[in-house]
């Protein structure tokens, strides 16, 4: 029985990869380093899926930032601001593109080769919380083999005596995540430039050895209309054309093929995978059409949860199928790549035995898949024992007592619609206004500041225990009291603590709710090197104690400008955790809300007079669908009012959302009614305002003016031409002036001279009529 993997946790057991990355990036290592550690990464991948019986093992899922930009590396897409002429793409292009750089000027307002330059423009892949380089195209963007990477890793593994499969993203798929900034330039357009470099790439995979070559196509989950439709036809039709020795399996994940059934099982290649997980009713459907020449891949294992899978009852589903197919014609795989969860749950010791025996991460999916496996090939006896701790296992979890409180049912059974409301907001405004004191196109930033070395040394020695709880609260005061100090004499109107007693804003929190769990070392990647651990929701949520008050307290008890409170939202509490998948998602984000509801209030009575609400998820949580959207905002927005709205109307609630496309969703995005919103608009030079523009948001925004993904410091002068760019389309008193996103992930050295630029950037604007 063929059993795949589709794609591996590539960050490494210990996070080896972001360590060669981050040194390589400091200059302390060099390119042969940083390309040594990724070798071994791939060859230890591979033994270990050898190991645990895959067959299917996957080439070219391992990248050094992103699978999306080694994609637009492999066809040559590198925009010409990059200084690339043909060739192979360089490593500095490529990290260039993925992270911007700050060039040997140290900057400047107009980046001349070789100098500082932006990167690419980064979003969410589907409705993960991993996020990809968006392609760039150019008018008259053509495209050529700039890259060998599928064929090199192919061989890479072959010479370790490893037999792989391939990924490749597909190219539709490719083309649809892609942008121009030419609005008449339609991606899909370029499909024909594009063919040749894909056949290219198969070409040379089959002449090295090649069987199977998965091309992932997830844009099969989203609603086509008949262009892409058609162009997955011409595109299949041509690549099978192109290589006839290989067997193309085109796999489709994250929700239901749906209504693009018939278009995937008509492409002319040898295999289709099926996300069993999210779209379990393709399957009926699937077999009912299915082509002879068709192989199906069966994705039962969920590849974005962390939960051990009820084998017997999949082992009911599918074996009815496996008697109907000739066993060549089945594959075995998760939903989708593994990537998207911790790579082993074994070394969970922090975690008591029963709910550690809950869990199943990369490691142990694999050992799923081969289970069901040899249950398919050999009988469900030659495998009695792992069936059994598997059924064990999930009745244990279903039936116990840790996952219920009834007092948070009692809670949720009360809420009111008054409960979501507050006044609205033309009367609340005066108020806060009067309360506020604040000049005309106010300064903020939107939360957290650098997450140095240090500060992170001395949490981790607070958790080893070399570092006294007394001594780790002086250490965190001295930040935040430095923080608060540093923001008055660069005169910001509204402060934050700084967030340096933060890990991460999810897990932070969830590491102080009732029925959340967290791991040491469940990393997984977010972009780049940086990782999250998202926690795991296992029961009913609530909040035993405040969680932040104390800090805020502190904080504004240092200085009479008002520091905003800083909280994470019930959505991207939700969207970034593993959540239970034995209540209806909406009711465990009402919990979450409810907990944070309370916080609010506390927040309040410490005499904090702005609280922040980050909801950075609620984009990307929205259905792949549009068929479902309205369902998922209306308990997402209702959630975000729950949580917001137990103060009074004087104080003021912001949220902040990152890397959202905002058109699609503004009603919703209004219906929060939050007093400030701040977004990431600076990659998109203001794009994204058009939305809030058109729908005559009423409320305040801050469109993020400094790109904080980039080490790269903005200078005034491109602050306030962005600033200008908002002001055309908002009206002056509706403007914030703050970064895309807060400040973790860069260096003080960075974070100083641009803020005080932003600074300057507003004074400026207020002084420009
Ligand atoms: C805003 N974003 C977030 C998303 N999802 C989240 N869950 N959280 C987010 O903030 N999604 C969208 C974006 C993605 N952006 C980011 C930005 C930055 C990071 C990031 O910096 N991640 C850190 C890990 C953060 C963390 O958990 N830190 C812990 C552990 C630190 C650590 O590694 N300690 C070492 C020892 C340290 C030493 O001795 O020097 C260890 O444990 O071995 C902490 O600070 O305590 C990262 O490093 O990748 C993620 C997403
Ligand atoms: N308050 C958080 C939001 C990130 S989306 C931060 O500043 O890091
Ligand atoms: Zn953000």
Redesign the pocket.
Known sequence: MPIATMGVPRIGPRREL?SALESYWAGRTGAADLLATARLLRAENWRRQQALGITHIPSNDFSLYDQVLDTSVMVGAVPALYGWTGGPVPLETYFAMARGSQGRSGGGCAPAAGEGLPAQEMTKWFDT?Y?FMVPEFEPGQRFQLASTKPVDEFLEAKELGIQTRPVLIGPVTYLLLGKSKDADLKPLSLLDGLLPVYAEVLRRLEAAGAGWVQIDEPCLALDLDDGARHALHRAYAALSAAAPGLELLVASYFGPLGDNLETALALPVAGLHLDLVRGAADLERALERLPDRLALSLGVIDGRNVWRADLPAILDRIGPVAERLRPERLLLAPSCSLLHVPVDSEGETGLDDELRGWLAFAVQKMAELATLGRALTEGREAVADALDAAARTVASRRTSPRIHDAAVAARLAAVTPEMARRLPYAERRPLQAARLGLPLFPTTTIGSFP?T?A???A??AHIKGTLSDQDYLAFLRRETEAAIRWQEAVDIDVLVHGEFER?????YFGEQLAGYAFTRNGWVQ??G??????PVIFGDVSRPAPMTVDWAGYAQSLTDRPVKGMLTGPVTMLQ?SFVRDDLPRATVCRQIALALRDEVVDLERAGIRAVQIDE??IREGLPLRRADWAAYLAWAVECFRLSASGVRPETQIHTHM?YSEFNDIIEAIGAMDADVISIETSRSKMELLDAFTGYRYPNEIGPGVYDIHSPRVPCVEEMVALLVKARERLKPDQIWVNPD??L??RRWEEVKPALAAMVAAAKALRAIP
Do not use: E, F, I, L
């Open positions: 972001k919380n996020h997450q070395d500060v992170r040394k949490r981790a890990n991460d804003m999810v897990q977010s972009y090197s940086r990782c999250v651990r998202p970034w950075p998820a990152c996103c807060g973790k992930t």
